[in-house]
């Protein structure tokens, strides 16, 4: 799984660490004092004699007989006490990356290792959009089991549009990288040419039909309308926005499914007039905003 480091977590971790490590500390100190008169001498609550601690057979019978820095039975009671804070934090911690992965995918771009996963996910959308009766879901099944759940409180509605957001977030880094990587250079984006030879593509083998000239010409046109800040490329983000574009126009819900019907809906959105890029412009700030 992935896991997101995350420093304010982090440090609580570690001042849990330290607490505990001082009350083990404690514990040592305490001890001797109980036992030996202090930490620089002084009657103990035995009644014992101040620097030299007390004389047998007291300091024999007490199961902590010496000082915190020779005893080993202290230092092994520090040590484990220690030992059992860091594992509890550790387990904590690991629980809540897990949980959060569970609910909102993976929470930061993906390293090399990944990238081959992340262009299979791709291609699976692909394969759903180009598939008559093709479907993609993009979303977890705890995602759907909530969505499908009547009178959502508005705590769960929030969850909801975040758990959503990441996923078509993710989503379109992974389709991104596909059609990159197979119609482009891999370099996470897509120029008119790269976005040509995908569009071309997927028309021509993968779905086998024969562009016509009419519809060679809607090619620059729809590059145009998913080039939302005319930067001349298309980014993750912008696919993103497209992707949601998709999800949306099958059945006007953020079902987290993309089908042939939205990407085909799509389609028909290149050749439209402007109102296809305003939806589209507004799908890409909804999902980006802070």
């Not at 490590?21 to 001797?32: D, E």
């Not at 993976?106 to 290792?113: D, G, I, K, V, Y």
């Not at 930067?231 to 999800?247: H, Q, R, T, V």
Request: aromatic letters at 10%.
């Amino acid at each position: 799984m992935t896991l997101k480091f995350d420093l304010e977590i982090f440090g609580k971790c570690l001042q849990g660490l330290g607490q505990g490590m001082m009350q083990g500390g404690m514990l040592m100190s305490t001890t001797r004092m109980i036992h030996r008169g202090g930490l620089y001498g002084g009657m103990s609550i035995w009644g014992c004699g101040s620097f030299m601690g007390c004389p047998p057979p007291l300091n024999i019978w007490h199961p902590m007989y010496a000082d915190n820095t020779t005893n080993p039975y202290l230092i092994q009671q520090g040590n484990n006490y220690a030992s059992l804070q860091a594992q509890e934090l550790f387990d904590k911690a690991y629980e809540y990356y897990k949980k959060q992965e569970q609910q909102f995918g993976p929470q930061f771009p993906p390293t090399e290792s990944e990238q081959t996963t992340q262009t299979e996910i791709g291609k699976e959308i692909q394969n759903a959009l180009i598939n008559v009766n093709g479907e993609a879901s993009i979303t977890t099944s705890q995602y759907s089991t909530l969505f499908n759940k009547e009178n959502k409180t508005e705590e769960e509605k929030e969850l909801l549009d975040k758990a959503y957001k990441e996923s078509i977030k993710s989503a379109g880094e992974s389709y991104i990288n596909f059609a990159d990587k197979t119609y482009g250079n891999a370099d996470g984006s897509m120029t008119t040419d790269e976005f040509t030879e995908y569009l071309m593509g997927t028309i021509t083998r993968d779905t086998g039909y024969e562009l016509t000239e009419k519809g060679k010409e809607v090619l620059p046109k729809a590059f145009n309308k998913l080039d939302l800040n005319g930067d001349n490329k298309i980014s993750k983000d912008e696919m993103s926005a497209l992707l949601g574009y998709i999800d949306i126009s099958a059945d006007n819900q953020k079902d987290g499914k993309l089908t042939n019907a939205g990407f085909f809906s799509a389609l028909q959105g290149f050749e439209s007039e402007d109102t296809f890029k305003d939806t589209l412009k507004d799908i890409h700030d909804d999902l980006y905003s802070e």
